[in-house]
DNA sequence: AGCTGTTTGTAAGGACGGTTGCCTAACAAA
DNA sequence: TTTGTTAGGCAACCGTCCTTACAAACAGCT
């Protein structure tokens, strides 16, 4: 009859959304029992229900298939002496599979563990690069996977691992200079090979990931830096993992730092230096460990304490907008502690405070990660626990 | 019969985790079916099942209850010379319901509309703020919804408000100096006065919505920096508003912009300004309304082009570490063209480029708002479409 | 001991949402 | 006219959660 009008022009791309189903309500439901239990620890079926809100009916079927899942087990009658028939534990059993992690940050060897579900290590090796790039990287990567899938002693939940470069949610390396790797669609191929499901993400953000879930933060709103021979980040807000227009979220250590203008701690630090990335004074420059290394080496206690001070203004001067466009609650760092958790963490967070409005730097915290050196291992976990069981 | 040992402690707090029915299920794919609708135009049936990847059936079902409800019509037959029946379109009917919208970001006065379901705006009004502040400012806004829910010509989809200060995702104002508001439920109270339902954001946050839905946003990640008395910025991130940890994200004004230390730029800025704040040289004290128009007062063009050449440097010293954290799209600026458009958005723009990688700088644009004066209030019905109907 | 009130966990039945399978209507191409 | 394709509707089924009802286990009281 009536034809019709030209239809509007679309204004912009799609949100990505995607069809519910029942069974994704269900799904959701399960991981939900399955983070109260993994963070609040065991409960009856009842506290179960009155935290999540489901009818205690709805919550006892949950729990029988996740029993017959093996993922929770009955730990017997809750003892307190309150009125009415006492319930029936029921808590995560951490033995029911193991996870295996995988971190890639270091140049020199890849790291390697098994975990329990709840977080503890179980196995650790390691496998030297020995120089591979591009598919020998892949084959060395697999082959420790091999070894540590072996060496579990339960059923395995997933394989996780924290890569530099830029990666996308489908575990995809876009680029990762330092492995030779471009479009390498990692996860698949590690998956197709294991046999297992494989989570791969940036190592900055399983770092994030992993200090997020472990490393007791307390509100809303993480950053964490990792500095080794380069500078990361991660940035975990709402409870998730930015990603960027790009996947490339968190390229904090390209940020100029040094000014050729500035007079700003001028003797300490020098002019500034030329990046690897071919422009000069990125934050890389001053915060990256063989930096630091090579402006402290042959200075006394107070030279040194001062040179990284000055690292930690500078430090503070970049995060400052970052913290106060997103108001973090936490600003974590990860590296050595020699190098980061003093003078230089003071003066960051002096800088900071200073450069900040009080309402969102009174707020704030920076400190050295509580996960030491193998954060990004736990965060690698995250990974598979928040894949294959929506736990975060 | 056994006790248990003693629970683990808990980590952190929970993310907000929230039971899911299967109605939550039907009203996602609800809005999933609108949005389809309000970004792409009329669509058959069949087409919205394969949009969607739900079946016919599911989606007749959902075409017949927002026909019932009225917000889509039937537009006839489609008549494109394909085989097989020609469909029915559908499409969404702008005139269905009507939007209220109010911007408090003006100090003098509040600016306020009805706009239809496409956003555009059928009636204006304003109302002289008088000085008032506290209940008499409610009153005020209060007054001018009245004036504009009379206005409407149908039934009123709901009230948006875009307010400066810190406001939570209920849309209580935990504090707006300008208005004399601390802990105020200002949606609630406007809710139940108006009988109407009422969403209240930032007017920052507000400003970023409009942008994202209806200022042709091209990627994911979009910043937005509201310049006028003060200096707001609102964050789109994957489709949703950044809150932050005590929902003040977006406080970019009170960085330290000019450092006392700084050669940067001294001559044509000046030593840094006291600020409102209590604190010198925030970027409120180079880029807002005020301080801007103070500086090129009385300067011929050279003199005005590099003055604000100047404020566009410091902002792009300012923006790099966030754009490059955040790997944004597009930050874009709404204000006066006459003092953004021109040397400062270029000056910002450059300064931009030279510190950050290129990988995140070659992607980003920096821009003026498409949406002129009144991008606060499309936010606003924005607000209103996206709590209502799920439409971002 | 026996009763009462409280709380836990399960069972049965109903409501809702989505799917599959099958039907008819409408059209183009052979 | 026949064939193949597409749109849209109807019926039957499955999954998920809810409400209601009930048995079991306990504390506190008489």
Known sequence: MT????????RRALRSTAKVLPEHARASNRSMVLQLLFHAGPRSRAELARATGLTRVTISDLVASLLAQGLVTELGQQADGKVGKPGTLVGLDAEAFQIVAVDLADDERVHGAVLDLSGAVRERRTAPVGGCTGAAAVEVLLGLCRELVAATTRPVLGVGVG???V???????LQAPNRGWY???LAEQLSAALELPVHVANDADTAALGEFTWGGASGNGLLVLTVGGGVGAGIVLDGALVQGNEHAAGELGHVTALDERDEHDRAPLGRPELCACGRRGCLETVLSVPA?????AGLDAAGRDAALASVGRRLGIVLAPVVSALNLSEVVLCGPEELLGG???DAALATLRERTIPVVSSHVQLRMTS????????????????GQLGVT
Chains 1, 2 share one sequence.
């Not at 034809?3 to 679309?10: C, E, G, I, R, S």
């Not at 630091?292 to 402290?296: G, L, S, Y």
């Not at 996960?371 to 928040?386: K, P, Q």
């Open 3 to 10: 034809t019709v009008a030209d239809p509007p022009q679309p």
């Open 163 to 165: 890569s530099p470069g």
């Open 167 to 173: 990666i996308d949610l489908s575990g995809r390396v």
């Open 183 to 185: 479009d390498l669609p």
């Open 292 to 296: 630091m290394r090579r402006r402290v």
């Open 343 to 345: 003078p230089l963490r």
């Open 371 to 386: 996960l030491g050196e193998h954060g990004a291992l736990s965060g690698a976990a995250v990974l598979v626990l928040s």
